[in-house]
């Protein structure tokens, strides 16, 4: 089973709104990474976690604050968002916290009105 | 600057053609090269990945050729079905030495297989 959950799958919010999104998994995997995609171009990276500690945070805005409360859950908690920050947010994980076989979940629209 | 160069930017291929998708990367640090399939609305899913000290990987279908002095590798798809129809991509990431490290993706390739 390579199965990562998230919720939710469409999200709308104002520019004032505070949002989170959420990402699950129970595969045991270590990692776990958060990418944004614009349509029709690749995804990029945010953030990674490793051991359940922020790695990797790829000079991201304060407005998207990472979260990771446990070996299986992810948030993304979004405040003061941009119209240009609409796009998909998948979240990924692998197993081995080596950043290879990562397996990404269907991923929260956003729209930033 | 990219770091992983992908083409052709979109394929059409006749149902039952071969497919053939190319990537080529600048950081030899990389050991790590995955390809996913992302349909329209869905989060990509990974296909079929090599490690650089093999030169080809087959998983039914699917193939990867792997050229490390070139710094190139290649995605092949045999007997191309409809259902094949999607956006690939490319992806590298370094052996971060225990550390986890994202994936860095080419741009993409919108496959068509036409029936």
């Known amino acids: 089973d390579t199965e990562v959950t998230q919720t939710p799958k469409h999200l709308v919010m104002g520019m004032t709104n505070k949002k989170s999104l959420k990402c699950e998994q129970h595969?045991?995997?270590?990692?776990m990474y958060w990418y944004k995609q614009k349509a029709k171009k690749p995804p990029e990276l945010m953030f990674v976690?490793?051991?359940?500690?922020?790695?990797i945070n790829e000079s991201v805005p304060s407005r998207f604050s990472p979260e990771c409360p446990n070996s299986s859950l992810l948030n993304l908690h979004l405040h003061a968002l941009q119209p240009e920050d609409s796009a998909l947010y998948l979240c990924?994980?692998?197993?081995?916290?080596?950043?290879?076989?990562?397996?990404f979940g269907p991923g929260t629209r956003l729209t930033v009105t | 600057q990219q770091q992983v160069k992908q083409s052709p930017q979109s394929l059409i291929v006749q149902k039952g053609g071969i497919s053939i998708i190319n990537c080529a990367y600048e950081n030899t640090a990389f050991d790590y090269f995955p390809w996913y399939q992302q349909f329209p609305g869905k989060g990509p899913a990974l296909l079929i990945a090599?490690?650089?000290?093999?030169s080809e990987k087959k998983e039914g279908r699917f193939t990867i050729s792997f050229n490390k002095s070139a710094k190139q590798f290649s995605l092949h798809i045999m007997d191309s079905q409809p259902g094949d129809s999607a956006t690939y991509f490319c992806?590298?990431?370094?052996?971060?030495?225990?550390?986890?490290?994202?994936?860095?993706f080419g741009k993409g390739t919108h496959l068509i297989i036409q029936p």
């Open positions: 090599i490690r650089p000290d093999v």
């Open positions: 990924a994980s692998s197993y081995r916290a080596t950043g290879y076989e990562q397996y």
């Open positions: 976690y490793s051991y359940e500690k922020l790695s």
């Open positions: 992806a590298a990431s370094p052996y971060s030495g225990g550390g986890a490290d994202g994936l860095t």
């Open positions: 595969m045991g995997h270590r990692a």
